[in-house]
């Protein structure tokens, strides 16, 4: 019965609109091809399309929102909208708080409000709601307790010598004295001894709305994702040197550590996972010793 009463809305605004079209330009003009979709996290896109050279022309559009379909300007006309938009505008990102179906409707004005209502014109045929999120728990990670050593006892793989300095634009170089005594050391090797997969941060693993955590995604996904690591050293250089937020530089620093150590560059590797050892302790710890046990040696 519901499908039913939604055909012949339809069908009868379909009517209603074909014999008002040739009226349009002396009446007040209707956007068409209203759709609603579900965005990232609680967000919902609504889009449409403006009425080619409106006469009158449109001076705003004033955007409705209910739980129930609208199929007429009395449902709406008491509400207050939840946006006035400029004439130009095409399309709204809203923001709700709970699983119910939404319907949308875009009203024009010009010297007057438009109070035609046509299904799938300017009002939504199909209600849409948010997705719930199925949050799976953080797998705890088992921390190794610290190897003491005695005095007089070795160190089952000795560490080698880095000067470090603080700070990411300094060319570092492994001491010739430590490197000639680390090389009966150097037999395991990335790609033979151990197989090693990037990580990625929780955040980076969608496709944000915009800003900084964009910027960062989208080098993650043209050049880091496709084993572009030479190309991603570059951007993620480009991006750490930008007024970014501290979150995105600090995570930009670490994936940065991830392509040196793709590319062979352990020593490189090394300095970039220590700049962030402190906001990312256990993920730094585990990639300085990957990059430690695969150190070369030239």
């Given at each position: 019965m ?10 009868f605004?379909?009517l209603?609109?074909?014999s008002?079209?040739?009226?349009q330009n002396?009446?007040s003009p ?7 979709q579900?965005?990232n ?7 449409w399309?403006?009425?080619k050279n409106?006469?009158?022309a ?12 609208i ?14 938009l400029s004439?130009?505008?095409t ?5 709700v708080k709970d699983?119910?179906?939404?319907f ?6 010009t010297?007057?409000a438009c109070e035609?209502v ?8 199909s209600?849409v709601?948010l997705?719930?999120?199925?949050v799976?728990p953080?797998?705890?990670q088992?921390v190794?307790p610290?190897?003491l ?6 160190r089952e793989?000795?560490?080698p ?6 700070g ?11 490197a ?6 150097s ?7 151990q197989?090693v ?5 929780e955040e980076d693993?969608i496709?944000?709305d915009g800003?900084?955590d964009y ?8 050049t880091f ?7 991603s050293?570059v951007?993620?250089?480009?991006l ?11 995570r930009?620093?670490?994936y940065m550590?991830?392509?040196?150590f793709?590319?062979g ?8 996972f220590?700049?962030v050892a402190?906001?990312y302790?256990?993920e730094s710890k585990k ?8 150190m070369s040696?030239?």
């Open positions: 519901k499908k039913l009463f939604f055909v012949m809305a339809i069908m605004s379909t209603v609109f074909v008002a079209q040739s009226n002396a009446n209707i956007v068409q091809d209203i759709q609603s579900v965005g996290g609680t967000k919902i896109n609504v889009f399309v403006l009425p409106p006469k009158p449109i001076t705003k559009l004033l955007l409705y929102r209910n739980t129930r379909p199929t007429s300007y009395e449902q709406i006309k008491s509400l207050k909208p939840i946006a006035e004439p130009e505008t399309g709204y990102t809203d923001s699983f119910n179906d939404y949308y409707c875009v009203i024009s004005y010297n007057k035609l046509f299904i799938s014109m300017n009002t939504t045929v209600g709601h997705t719930p999120v199925v799976t953080p797998k705890v088992k190794e610290e190897k050593y005695e005095n007089d006892q070795l793989t000795p560490l010598y880095i000067d470090y300095v603080e990411l634009n300094t060319d570092h170089q492994i001491s010739e004295d430590t000639s005594s680390t090389s009966q050391f037999s395991k090797k990335y790609g033979q001894g197989i997969n990037p990580y990625f941060f693993l496709s944000p800003g900084d910027l960062l995604f989208d080098i993650l996904k043209n994702v496709q084993e572009k690591y030479e190309e050293i951007e993620l250089k480009k750490t040197d930008r007024n970014i937020s501290e979150s995105v530089q600090k930009a620093v670490f550590g991830e392509a040196q793709f590319t560059d352990y020593a490189a590797a090394v300095r970039s220590l700049h402190q906001d302790p256990l990639w300085i010793n990957y990059s430690l046990d695969n040696v030239k």
